[in-house]
């Protein structure tokens, strides 16, 4: 089979190609806005390490980063922060041990009159120690925008989806949570940094430290869906797939070939083709006119066939 007749082979089929086309791109646009909008909210945060500087800790960081993308696209933080998420909202700092740093109680120092060495209060410590801690528990829950008072924590976190990009050439790592709803995208993407520090301290890496950089926004607008997108790989995808369907049934179909075709298959040209022609019964074609019938057929006698015309005679003749 040349080019010309592939060519005339998808020229015959045009519109059944053009039509299931069609029936592609319906497709791909109802299924398209049938899909949920989903909001993304992003963090970013820097990857150090611990008390190193230079190129061998830039290269360090870079490594750590891809290998945290990983995790976070796994969804090996997704217990963290459903349980980071949680303890916010439930009032409760004892259950964010976990993942705020550890505040060790302060020794105080208090001079005796007689000049005797500092003397410390435990009860003291203790006390000055879990301001702190909840402190910082009531400050880290602000950051990710859900306290026992505020925002009602997202039920469903595990409906969100994480996601980690490393920024190239930088110790920068892009943290996306993507939801149904911009605040439970926006809760999540801010609670993945807390959620990683809890990973870092359970693998017992203590020369790793995530800084945050910069925390989500809540997003206006859902994602784009990307519908022309869509469209376009809808028609390229039709017309191949049409195509080799009409190639296919080509193939198969039973039919006489073009004249040029049986020319060059017989060594012989062509002259003349005659076109299709609907053959109509004489008597029936005069009744359906309503015209009398000018010729009549009788049955063939001794293998002769006569014709009786009916009207004035036309020619020489007795």
């Given at each position: 089979m040349t080019a010309g007749d592939v060519y005339r082979a998808?020229?015959?089929?045009?519109?059944?190609?053009?039509?299931?086309?069609?029936?592609?791109?319906a497709a791909a646009w109802y299924a398209t806005s049938q899909q949920a909008r989903?909001?993304?909210?992003?963090?970013?945060?820097?990857?150090?390490?611990?008390?190193?500087?230079?190129?061998?800790?830039?290269?360090?960081?870079?490594?750590?980063?891809e290998t945290y993308a990983k995790i976070i696209g796994s969804g090996a933080l997704k217990g963290d922060i459903k349980t980071f998420v949680a303890g916010c909202a439930s009032g409760n700092p004892?259950?964010?041990?976990?993942?705020?740093?550890?505040?060790?109680?302060?020794?105080?120092?208090?001079?005796?009159?007689?000049?005797?060495?500092?003397?410390?209060?435990?009860s003291v410590r203790r006390a000055a120690a879990a301001r702190r801690f909840r402190r910082a528990y009531t400050q880290a829950c602000r950051a990710i925008g859900v306290t026992s008072r505020g925002l009602v924590a997202p039920r469903k976190i595990s409906e969100v989806k994480l996601s980690g990009s490393p920024v190239q050439g930088v110790d920068l790592l892009t943290i996306s949570a993507r939801s149904k709803t911009p605040a439970n995208a926006t809760i999540a993407a801010n609670a993945a940094p807390w959620a990683l520090r809890a990973f870092i301290r359970r693998t017992g890496s203590g020369t790793e430290k995530v800084v945050l950089v910069k925390a989500a926004t809540k997003p206006s607008s859902p994602?784009?869906?990307?519908?022309?997108?869509?469209?376009?790989?809808?028609?390229?995808?039709?017309?191949?797939?049409n195509g080799a369907l009409a190639l296919l049934l080509e193939l198969f179909r039973d039919r006489l070939p073009e004249p040029d075709e049986l020319g060059q298959a017989l060594g012989r040209p062509v002259l003349a083709t005659i076109p299709n022609l609907r053959l109509h019964d004489t008597a029936n074609l005069a009744a359906s006119r309503g015209a009398p019938k000018s010729v009549?057929?009788?049955?063939?006698?001794?293998?002769e066939r006569?014709?009786?015309?009916?009207?004035?005679?036309?020619?020489?003749?007795?």
């Open positions: 998808l020229w015959r089929h045009k519109f059944f190609i053009v039509v299931l086309t069609a029936v592609f791109v989903r909001y993304e909210a992003s963090t970013l945060v820097r990857v150090q390490e611990r008390g190193d500087t230079g190129n061998a800790s830039l290269v360090a960081a870079q490594t750590l980063a004892s259950s964010l041990k976990g993942f705020l740093p550890p505040v060790a109680p302060r020794r105080a120092q208090t001079s005796s009159p007689n000049g005797s060495l500092p003397s410390t209060t435990r994602v784009s869906q990307q519908l022309p997108l869509k469209i376009a790989i809808a028609v390229m995808f039709g017309l191949i797939f009549s057929m009788e049955q063939p006698r001794d293998g006569s014709t009786q015309t009916t009207g004035p005679r036309v020619g020489p003749g007795p």
